[in-house]
């Protein structure tokens, strides 16, 4: 059950036997009606602080897994793929792809430069890794253009290919290597593919805003200092956390359509039209790579939330379900909550990413039994 505290008495709901559709009650529909007849903003309603409605996480998660059944085939659980990885960084292209197979999704590919490939199909053959991007050092000046052509090219061989990419994973910052992820971004949305977007790719948007602007189907994930950074950039002012919900809420209306998942004690979450929060679970121990399992489970969910059909019939209308970029980011966001409370249960202060990753299928499946 979603449930909202502060702002009004309404209550929003997650119906899981009408394709999880989230149906504001007959009380807050009033509500907002009054609001807006008096002139005013029913997202901001006279000066009451706007507090996140709790997701109910493990109704969204048990929607939208697909079940286990002998007729389907390779594929149809989800085809993601991972944007990052150089020579510094190759442990979170890592973790986000694996991340992603470890929960269900049947093939995971990563795209990095050339000295990052060999160390990545090192940690695991069940990643399908692409040698393709290239750094500024690799690359003369007068050679930048046909380089740039080629890479684009070799990446579009696959792109119609996927159900989301994730990008940004280890990508690093050099100028040339973002210029192509540039030229990835668009030619991904122009085929309408998810985009979730962590690490040095929130770098590369927080700088083009315009890369995703408009565009639903992008996710964003940053953590404490990244959306700092975009308040700054979008809102120009600082962070105030007394309003939080609000503060997100304008934000993703600046963006203009992506929706952002703030991570934190409680990960808040909002696609423009409201403010969701998950807080269940969760660990003390914050090692570093959390956020490139986040970004490869919301993806796996999100792919899965778009297979479902989210269209319910309403009292007088047609009403979209929950969107399906908020469903992933509330799944993902729980599910790496549990497993990284469960591996802390058993590994306590020594525990590592690489734990919280082994415990992704348990929780799942104390979650979504098959």
Not at 234 to 252: G, K, M, R, Y
Request: aromatic share 6%; charged share 20%.
């Amino acid at each position: 059950m979603v449930i909202g505290h502060g702002m009004s008495t309404g209550i929003t709901h997650l119906n899981a036997t009408k394709s999880g559709a989230l149906v504001f009650s007959a009380v807050l529909r009033r509500q907002r009606f009054l609001i807006r007849s008096l002139g005013g903003n029913p997202d901001q309603s006279c000066g009451v602080k706007m507090n996140a409605l709790e997701a109910d996480a493990m109704s969204i998660i048990r929607k939208i897994t697909p079940s286990l059944d002998l007729s389907r085939h390779k594929g149809q659980a989800g085809k993601i793929a991972v944007v990052g990885g150089c020579r510094e960084y190759t442990g979170a292209p890592y973790f986000a792809a694996i991340s992603a197979l470890r929960i269900g999704a049947d093939l995971s590919h990563v795209f990095c430069t050339k000295d990052a490939a060999p160390i990545i199909k090192s940690y695991s053959p069940e990643l399908i890794v692409h040698p393709v991007l290239e750094e500024s050092y690799s690359v003369k000046d007068e050679d930048k253009g046909f380089t740039a052509t080629k890479v684009l090219s070799e990446v579009m061989k696959w792109m119609e290919r996927f159900d989301c990419l994730v990008i940004g994973p280890g990508l690093g910052r050099d100028p040339f290597l973002l210029d192509c992820v540039s030229e990835i971004l668009k030619n991904a949305r122009q085929l309408n593919i998810p985009l979730v977007i962590d690490g040095d790719g929130l770098y590369l948007i927080t700088n083009s805003i315009d890369l995703v602007s408009g565009y639903p189907l992008a996710v964003l994930t940053p953590n404490v200092n990244e959306y700092k950074r975009l308040v700054q950039k979008v809102l120009n002012c600082e962070v105030n956390d007394e309003e939080s919900s609000a503060e997100l809420l304008s934000l993703v209306k600046g963006i203009g359509g992506a929706t952002v998942l703030r991570k934190g004690k409680s990960d808040l979450i909002s696609d423009g039209d409201e403010v969701c929060s998950v807080s269940i679970f969760g660990s003390p121990r914050r090692c570093g790579g959390q956020g490139d399992i986040l970004s490869g489970s919301v993806a796996v969910f999100l792919s899965w939330a778009r297979q479902l059909d989210l269209l319910v019939e309403g009292d007088s209308e047609v009403r979209r379900a929950m969107n399906p970029t908020v469903m992933g980011c509330v799944a993902g966001s729980a599910l790496l909550r549990k497993a990284a409370s469960v591996a802390f249960q058993y590994k306590k202060r020594s525990t590592l990413t690489s734990d919280i990753i082994e415990c992704l299928g348990k929780s799942l499946e104390d979650i979504c039994p098959i």
